[in-house]
């Protein structure tokens, strides 16, 4: 009898014992960039144009948030990275770098990344004829319509922050996209970028630290997409 008291003790035991939580979404997932510092920007699903943004710190071997914040993203909602076309208004998912910032209005306090400030001859050329396709120019090339390419200054309040995403930057393959950024919320969904409010914008540009690698991963919560695969 006494063994059998003492089984159900433990058993009673396990059954009222808490739940761990779950481990930190960067370690849950497949690749994170192999820096110490990572974004993440997740939706529902792929045809959601909202959700979260959360960017996190490596620390003694485990991942710990540092911030976090409601995030936008494409009025058509999210595709694959891998075979997103451009002008779908679609954001595409995947893990990214994120090779510089720029912004209409100054650098914010404690910004370490190269911070390029936008001029009235700054554009990002979108144009798949153009040799500078998904690239910053000063100054409009011959090759590059102006109603093919984004004229920056003309988004202050969006870009008046923002940091580049390395999607489709690398190696552009035309007719995949051009000018994917991180930058502040306009009046709704985006074209095709992630954006936050601009206080988030400015914390993440305060905290991002070039030294530790940074990537972005963008992804949904499950399905082909999902950004566990990433």
């Known amino acids: 009898m006494r063994i059998l008291l003492a089984a159900g003790a433990a058993l009673l035991s396990l059954a009222s014992a808490p739940t761990p939580p779950p481990a930190p979404l960067p370690a849950r997932m497949a690749d994170t960039g192999g820096g110490s510092q990572l974004i993440t920007a997740v939706a529902a699903d792929a045809s959601a144009t909202t959700g979260t943004l959360t960017w996190w710190d490596r620390r003694g071997g485990r991942w710990v948030r540092a911030g976090s914040a409601p995030a936008r993203f494409g009025a ?6 891998a ?16 090779p510089y910032a ?10 370490r990344y190269r ?16 040799r500078a396709y998904n690239r910053w120019v000063e100054g409009l090339p011959a090759d590059c319509r102006a109603g093919e390419a984004e004229h920056l ?6 870009y008046a922050h923002a940091l580049v995403i390395g999607f489709n ?4 393959v035309r007719m995949r996209g051009a000018g994917i950024f991180l930058h502040v919320n306009g009046r709704g969904a985006t074209a095709g970028c992630v954006s936050v409010a601009a206080d988030a914008m400015r914390a993440i ?3 991002a630290d070039p030294a530790r690698r ?9 399905g082909p997409t999902a950004i566990l695969r990433y």
């Open 205 to 207: 540009l305060a905290w």
């Open 76 to 81: 058509k909602g999210l595709a694959d990275g």
């Open 169 to 172: 930057y690398a190696r552009p």
């Open 102 to 111: 720029f912004g209409v209005r100054p650098a914010p306090a404690g910004t």
């Open 83 to 98: 075979t997103r076309r451009q002008g779908t208004n679609t954001t595409p998912t995947g893990l990214f770098d994120l």
């Open 115 to 130: 911070y390029v400030r936008a001029t009235r001859d700054s554009w990002w050329c979108q144009d798949n004829d153009s």
């Open 214 to 222: 940074p990537h972005i991963a963008v992804g949904t919560r499950r």
């Open 153 to 158: 200054v003309a988004y202050r309040t969006q």
